[in-house]
């Protein structure tokens, strides 16, 4: 499962600290005043509260499930109600009890009404009584069966996943497990589609099962769907049997053992891309019209394949891998085991497919069909088994595919995300105390999990941290584990005691605090004192392995040190005088920290390291400082520099003081050499807005060509330019020459002409640009669709605030309420659209969103 968020990465290494100082536990009989009998009544309510504390933990804890029963294989053949919304299906279920003789058999299913459930034998078919609370099936079996009896039973029914719509999670924003998309097309840009999502429970919502991620079946499921649709699911097709009524049956077949949460099917129009790796047939399926945008979305496929088998030592383990685009996914995406699901951002056609960068979720998803679909984790408990894998797959293949700076940067937002979230919550990464498996979907179980395996692979090399990876995935593969198998794997391999790393990291909750002082009194030999300021009552005192380096001239030196106690301090021993070490350059340590560095060691920092991670801090430290006599040095060097993301961000600190044209001689040049010539679209994109900020109409003509740049970066950066210009006007041919366009890199310019020009009668393409954008840039165009029809009513303000309420009501990504909420302000003189608004909190289910709402709605009465 990939966690879909919106991250502005900027000022990430200026961070202020809230660090306490560390308490010693102290008797009570010692304090002063207390008497001996006050102290034992003391200590007598400590430990009834302690008492308290524990039952409480004990009633809280989510055990794994019992394993009573075992579901061998599962047969479903399913045909859709598509204007009720609704499943009709047949399960045949095989079974036998774990261990323990049996005779009721309990299964997971969601408000289904059930028809007969019957025990079917060669020669017979046997009719069961069975108990339903719209939840879960007991069936009465006729006879207590044993671990050495596999029987099997049918049951005839019909699910409505509709009736279970509900908040999820951050990660999965919806529960119903299976989804018609516009069943009825009655939509007009909407394609008629069925998709599911069955982490961590929801699959039970659309069949029976025993929906547990420690259960592991085989399946069949025969899909009856429309002639004009494809169907895609687990395993392989292995028929396909045209019914003669415009409906055909697809048998699928897998016949490899996996959780049941991974089950999945998606009905659609799809237009399908194949390729191969190796022997593993590979499919990317998407909307028609869109397959020259998915070859080359998903075109780094088989080279990821290959780049991931080669570090685990395990092939790829299932018959073949599909890659499906789907509308109104609830997450960024899902692992189903050899069928992929994908958010529809993803769904691009040739020209937008230019700027791709969907690489780091294509690599989640598919390092999920080892950690977390060959080897599954057992309880939800562990769910970072998974997902912490997956998070770091994105690293591995950064660093693999583009650069360790690239990858470096990716690790220290992730830390950063996971720093954001523990603000207000500090967990343990395997925790059994949750309320709802959803809770685990999480900045820990994914942030914070990936940055600690990069810690292990950092501390044990690379050689031994992917043996054991092989170890653990070869000796678990289709079975559950638990965090101590994985430990244990690293200890056969390693022949080291890991218990103190994963007690800490995964056992234990919170982060070093850490004070850095340098002592320089002494150039040929410094030292270092490291204070951990973690509140040691609530967090354990670290351990860990901090890298130390210097340059002597072009040459890096480092050395490494381990940190065990609460202040600790190292002389390294540089033997060569120098002026400025740097306490864990690359940022590979998972720690808040503090040391006081100057602006002109941020200078020399930038000037002198060889990692772009720490030339990144050193750029954005003096930033945030506005230290404008060392950004006068620092930006034209951070213009050329090797890393785009340097460039990049570079021209976002020109871009906030208009003053740097002036100030640095020059700059312009070097900006004006970016738009031409740099290699990454993105980087090029930056330096057009800033470039149009500064001199809009001196490059008029120069933006003016670039609109027919393939990359609609460019393009839309060279668009938005030319509007800027206050002495040349944009001829009025071109605009509409380029209205057409569905991408909104142009609808935004076009939007934003629009407004700026006081165009009438566009009232109509405004709604339309409302009907086919989505995910981002449908948020980044509400803001433009709302001011049009503030400032032009009569162009149709009133369906203009009904189409604002639709997305606000119903939208499943929150993203996009908020961005229709805030849309709505803009009619916030008109008494009814408060009124709206109103509702509309009180019926909004994320928690956070509804404080949102009813913060600027108070605002308003005020």
Avoid at 85 to 107: C, D, T
Avoid at 462 to 481: G, I, M, N, P, T
């Amino acid at each position: 499962m990939f966690l879909l968020r919106l991250c502005l990465l900027t000022g990430i290494f200026m961070v202020a600290y809230a660090c306490k100082t560390p308490k010693s536990a102290t008797d009570a009989s010692d304090i002063p005043g207390i008497s001996k009998g006050a102290a034992e009544v003391s200590q007598a309510v400590d430990q009834s509260i302690l008492r308290l504390q524990k039952e409480k933990e004990i009633k809280s804890y989510q055990p794994s499930a019992r394993r009573d029963f075992d579901i061998l294989h599962t047969d479903l053949d399913l045909e859709f109600d598509w204007k009720n919304q609704s499943v009709l299906g047949k399960a045949r279920i095989q079974a036998k009890p774990h261990f323990s003789p049996e005779k009721i058999l309990v299964l997971d299913a969601k408000d289904f009404e059930l028809g007969a459930i019957s025990l079917v034998a060669a020669d017979s078919i046997q009719k069961l009584s069975y108990r339903y609370d719209e939840k879960q099936i007991s069936v009465f079996l006729p006879r207590e069966f044993t671990s050495k009896d596999t029987f099997e039973i049918e049951i005839n029914y019909k699910a409505f996943p509709e009736r279970n719509s509900g908040r999820g999670s951050d990660a999965i924003t919806d529960t119903k497990g299976l989804y018609f998309i516009d069943p009825l097309d009655t939509i007009p840009s909407k394609p008629t589609m069925i998709w599911t999502q069955g982490e961590t429970e929801h699959n039970s919502k659309w069949f029976p099962t025993i929906d547990k991620p420690n259960e592991r079946f085989t399946h069949s499921i025969r899909l009856t769907v429309p002639d004009s649709m494809v169907s895609v699911s687990n395993g392989k097709l292995v028929k396909q049997e045209n019914l003669g009524n415009g409906s055909r049956k697809d048998y699928w077949e897998m016949n490899l053992p996996h959780a049941p949460y991974l089950v999945a099917i998606a009905i659609g129009d799809f237009g399908k891309v194949e390729a191969t790796h190796g022997d593993v047939p590979l499919g990317y399926y998407v909307e028609k019209g869109f397959e020259k945008g998915a070859s080359k979305v998903f075109e780094n496929t088989p080279k990821m394949m290959s780049f991931f088998e080669k570090k685990l030592g395990v092939p790829f383990p299932w018959q073949k891998y599909d890659q499906i685009v789907v509308r109104d996914f609830v997450s960024g995406a899902m692992e189903n085991t050899t069928a992929s699901i994908f958010m529809e951002e993803l769904r691009l056609d040739e020209r937008e497919a230019l700027d791709s960068e969907w690489d780091y979720i294509i690599a989640h998803e598919l390092f999920h069909q080892w950690f977390g679909d060959l080897v599954t984790t057992e309880s939800w408990a562990n769910l970072t088994l998974n997902e912490a894998f997956a998070n770091y797959s994105e690293y591995l293949w950064n660093e693999h595919y583009y650069s360790s700076d690239q990858a470096a940067l990716k690790l220290v937002a992730e830390m950063e995300g996971y720093f954001a979230e523990s603000e207000e919550k500090k967990v343990n990464l395997i925790r059994f105390d949750y309320n709802d498996s959803e809770d685990m979907f999480d900045a820990h179980s994914y942030n914070k999990g990936g940055v600690v395996l990069h810690m292990l692979r950092k501390y044990l090399g690379d050689e031994v941290f992917f043996r054991s990876l092989h170890e653990y995935l070869k000796k678990h593969a289709f079975q559950s584990v638990e965090v101590h198998d994985l430990r244990q794997a690293f200890e056969r391999v390693s022949g080291e005691d890991l218990n103190w790393f994963f007690n800490q990291w995964f056992l234990s909750k919170g982060h070093p605090e850490i004070a850095i002082e340098i002592d320089y009194s002494e150039p040929e030999n410094i030292l270092i004192t490291i204070n951990q300021l973690q509140d040691l009552t609530d967090y354990p005192l670290f351990q860990f392995p901090i890298e130390i380096s210097w340059y002597e001239g072009k040459d890096r030196r480092t050395k490494q040190f381990i940190v065990k106690e609460g202040q600790q301090s190292f002389a390294i021993e540089n033997g060569t005088p120098v002026d400025l070490v740097y306490v864990d350059e690359g940022k590979n340590l998972l720690a808040r920290r503090t040391q006081n560095l100057s602006n002109s060691q941020f200078l020399k920092q930038f000037k002198e390291s060889q990692l772009g991670v720490a030339r990144y801090e050193a750029l954005d430290s003096l930033a945030s400082r506005e230290a404008k006599e060392e950004l006068s040095e620092v930006l034209p060097l951070a213009l050329k520099d090797p890393f785009w993301s340097i460039r990049e961000t570079a021209l976002g600190y020109l871009q906030s003081d208009p003053e740097w044209k002036e100030k640095i001689q020059g700059i312009e040049e070097l900006v004006y050499d970016l738009v031409e010539n740099d290699p990454k679209n993105s980087v090029r994109s930056a330096a057009i807005d800033l470039l149009g900020q500064w001199a809009s109409d001196k490059y008029f003509l120069t933006f003016k060509r670039l609109t027919n740049n393939p990359s609609y970066l460019i393009a839309g950066s060279a668009l938005m330019a030319m509007i800027q210009a206050e002495e040349v006007s944009v001829d009025s041919d071109l605009i509409n020459s380029l209205a057409s366009s569905r991408n909104f890199r142009i609808v935004i310019p076009v939007a934003e002409y629009y407004l700026k020009q006081h165009v009438s009668g566009k009232g109509g393409w405004f709604n339309e640009n409302l009907t086919h954008l989505t995910g981002e840039g449908l948020y980044y165009f509400l803001g433009y669709y709302s001011e049009y029809f503030v400032r032009l009513p009569a162009e149709g303000k009133t369906q203009a605030i009904t189409n604002l309420m639709a997305i606000l009501q119903n939208n499943s990504k929150d993203y996009l309420r908020m961005g229709a909420f805030q849309a709505l302000l803009g009619f916030a003189e008109d008494p009814e659209t408060i009124k709206l608004l109103e509702k509309a909190a009180e019926k909004e289910n994320s928690t956070e969103l509804r404080n949102y709402f009813n913060y600027f709605l108070e605002m308003l009465k005020e």
